[in-house]
């Protein structure tokens, strides 16, 4: 069992950077390739990037490839997303998500455990 918790989100202007927290428990975290998604009102939970058990395979959706940097510590059983030049369609609820797997997915069905979210909210 992982128990995952968002931290970071908030309030953020159009060009700035923001990098958002996902504290796991539970000592299998370093087995679990992990993922961020992103939910809009009304819209489905969307894939954002996921990184594999060791941090080695990192893959990014094209609304944030080459902004997006993900990375993990498994000896603090922490996963970070960074986000660079924030816009407003960046504004969403976030969040981290665990697979009992060690390889990167991209569905959200894939993923086994989930934080309760964080918003993110980018103003003009």
């Known amino acids: 069992q992982v128990q995952l918790i968002e931290s970071g989100g908030g309030l953020a202007q159009a060009g700035d950077s923001l990098t958002l927290s996902c504290a796991g428990s539970?000592?299998?975290?370093?087995?679990?390739?992990m993922g961020w998604f992103r939910q809009r009102p009304g819209e489905d939970r969307m894939f954002v990037g996921t990184?594999?058990?060791?941090?080695?395979?990192?893959y990014y959706s094209n609304a944030v490839k080459g902004r997006a940097f993900i990375s993990r510590d498994n000896s603090k059983k922490v996963m970070s997303l960074q986000l660079n030049n924030l816009t407003p369609e960046d504004t969403a609820v976030y969040y981290c998500?665990?697979?009992?797997?060690?390889?990167?997915?991209?569905?959200?069905?894939?993923?086994?455990?989930w934080g309760q979210g964080i918003q993110v909210t980018v103003s003009s």
């Open positions: 539970g000592r299998r975290f370093s087995d679990y390739a």
């Open positions: 990184i594999d058990d060791i941090g080695a395979v990192k």
């Open positions: 998500a665990a697979r009992r797997v060690k390889t990167v997915g991209v569905r959200p069905s894939l993923f086994d455990y």
